[in-house]
T-cell receptor, first 114, second 117 residues
């Protein structure tokens, strides 16, 4: 039973355009959501997070949107750059639960073409 | 520089052998975690620890063991009981926001790729 799903295993975008990566979750107890970027054979790098009390959070070219009623979040990258090519994982946690355990989606491989 | 180190980067073991993966952090983080990643899949939690001398099982703890004798160290032992140990292992840590009673984002080490021959 996957509580966090990324339904698109891959996404290809032209440089300069917008990349939109999607994530769905089922557990209504989740109240903190994160996006990580990962290159092969390396550890994930934290990108951006959002608390359930917000519906949008921006950091430079990265914006995360949260739709709690739909249990859906998305990461927008504008403009996309070739260096953004990586696997992106969304993750969710119930922060008030012990340990801050993260539940990860399966990842979306983003390819930004020059 | 503050960060998380994992060693070794690549590890090979024969079937039936136990092997220990190292994870050290100098971020003064309270909590530490071990994840496993298999090809084309997300990260799955093996064990986590919020304080020294205490740890909890994650989703896939069978065949693994951990210890937390020091705040900065959280070694993972992959035992011979683990049926399919070949994977990429990631260690992470996070800090507790004591004013809110919650944890901040997790920071990851570079990973150890374990291959069973």
């Amino acid at each position: 039973d996957q509580q966090v799903k990324q339904n698109s295993p891959s996404l290809s975008v032209q440089e300069g355009r917008i990349s939109i990566l999607n994530c769905d979750y089922t557990n209504s107890m989740f109240d903190y959501f994160l996006w990580y970027k990962k290159y092969p054979a390396e550890g994930p790098t934290f990108l951006i997070s959002i608390s359930s009390i917000k519906d949008k959070n921006e950091d430079g070219r990265f914006t995360v949107f949260l739709n709690k009623s739909a249990k859906h979040l998305s990461l927008h990258i504008v403009p996309s750059q070739p260096g953004d090519s990586a696997v992106y994982f969304c993750a969710a946690s119930a922060r008030w639960n012990a340990g801050n355990m993260l539940t990860f989606g399966g990842g979306t491989r983003l390819m930004v073409k020059p | 520089d503050g960060g998380i180190t994992q060693s070794p980067k690549y590890l090979f073991r024969k079937e039936g052998q136990n092997v220990t993966l190292s994870c050290e952090q100098n971020l003064n983080h309270d909590a530490m975690y071990w994840y496993r990643q298999d090809p084309g899949q997300g990260l799955r939690l093996i064990y986590y620890s919020q304080i020294v001398n205490d740890f909890q099982k994650g989703d896939i703890a069978e065949g693994y063991s951990v210890s937390r004798e020091k705040k900065e160290s959280f070694p993972l032992t992959v035992t011979s009981a683990q049926k399919n140990p070949t994977a990429f292992y990631l260690c992470a840590s996070s800090n507790r926001d004591r004013s809110r009673g919650t944890y901040n984002e997790q920071f990851f080490g570079p990973g150890t790729r374990l291959t069973v021959l």
